[in-house]
Nanobody
Framework: QLVESGGGSVQPGGSLRLSCAGSGFTFGYYDIAWFRQFPGMEPEGVSC????????VIADSVKGRFTMFRDIGSNTAYLQMINLKPEDTAVYSC????????????????????WGQGTQVTVSS
């Protein structure tokens, strides 16, 4: 399973670090991604990190403000978010890839088969 934590309410310009703890599978074998979902919309990819070479993809909408990293020893991936904006308000979820040992990750939702329950991030003054 995947369990997210670290969400909350912040003011514009604030920062949050989300955590994604994995269990029940070999964490380092799979890509991990962060998605976010706005009310009434499909999840959109935010960032992913590949399993083999830790290649990182960041969506253009958050580039320069969000970064992703992981600690394989603790089976945890993180999404560091700075300079948060009201339009970043969403439910953020992490996901595990279907395939293992990939050099490059993708933010295509179809490539992920295990999802966490999500954590709410609210950016408001």
């Amino acid at each position: 399973q995947l369990v997210e934590s670290g969400g909350g309410s912040v003011q514009p310009g604030g920062s949050l670090r989300l955590s994604c703890a994995g269990s029940g599978f070999t964490f380092g074998y799979y890509d991990i991604a962060w998605f976010r979902q706005f009310p009434g919309m499909e999840p959109e990819g935010v960032s992913c990190i590949s399993s083999r070479v830790s290649n990182i993809v960041i969506a253009d909408s958050v580039k320069g403000r969000f970064t992703m990293f992981r600690d394989i020893g603790s089976n945890t991936a993180y999404l560091q978010m700075i300079n948060l904006k009201p339009e970043d308000t969403a439910v953020y979820s992490c996901a595990k890839s279907r395939r293992s040992f990939q050099d490059k990750c993708s933010l295509n939702r179809d490539g992920f088969d295990l999802w966490g329950q999500g954590t709410q991030v609210t950016v408001s003054s």
